[in-house]
């Protein structure tokens, strides 16, 4: 039987790497960020919501059973890249958001493509001079990667993590 210390270095590394192996502690900091989200994500009265930008329909949907209740942007509406990162530019680029952050959140799957996607529109926008948060994709990769790979594969776990996102709202006020 090996203990702790008998395990090569590089397992201590990866741990550190895969995050927290508790779901409990996993779907917390997965709330954490969600909710941080939804607060930069909410229309208020004077100021712009900082919409997010996932890949679909079924994406959307999901982010809304969540709490999500502004503005929500999607790849895939029949647009060719170039048209896409135009309009983002043109309806988001000048904006100044209340809380001085960036004007946009995106938020791809956790994939292959959707890194190929987060990585491409983040580095079209940016050379564009608009800045964009990618801090829940971020947290979502390294905590929610057990129970999926996607945004929509977030919605089947909605009833575990309501509860956590309302508290964490809560404490953000």
Not at 114 to 141: C, I, K, S
Not at 144 to 156: C, D, N, Q
């Amino acid at each position: 039987m090996s203990t702790r210390k008998d395990l090569p270095d590089w397992v201590d590394e990866r741990a550190r790497k895969a995050g927290p192996p508790d779901r409990e502690i996993r779907f917390r900091a997965a709330a954490r960020a969600i909710a941080e989200s939804i607060l930069r994500n909410r229309p208020t009265i004077g100021s712009p919501d900082c919409p997010v930008m996932v890949e679909g329909i079924k994406d959307e949907k999901a982010l809304q059973v969540l709490g999500f209740s502004g503005t929500i942007e999607k790849v895939n509406r029949g647009w060719d890249r170039s048209r896409l990162v135009a309009y983002l530019h043109d309806t988001y680029g000048t904006r100044n958001t209340v809380d001085s952050g960036p004007p946009l959140i995106l938020l791809m799957d956790w994939d292959r493509t959707g890194g190929r996607l987060q990585t491409g529109l983040r580095d079209r926008l940016m050379a564009l001079d608009v800045p964009v948060d990618e801090e829940l994709r971020r947290v979502l990769l390294k905590v929610m990667k057990p129970e999926g790979r996607t945004v929509e594969s977030l919605a089947p776990h909605a009833k575990s993590l309501i509860p956590m996102i309302e508290e964490q709202l809560e404490e953000l006020g």
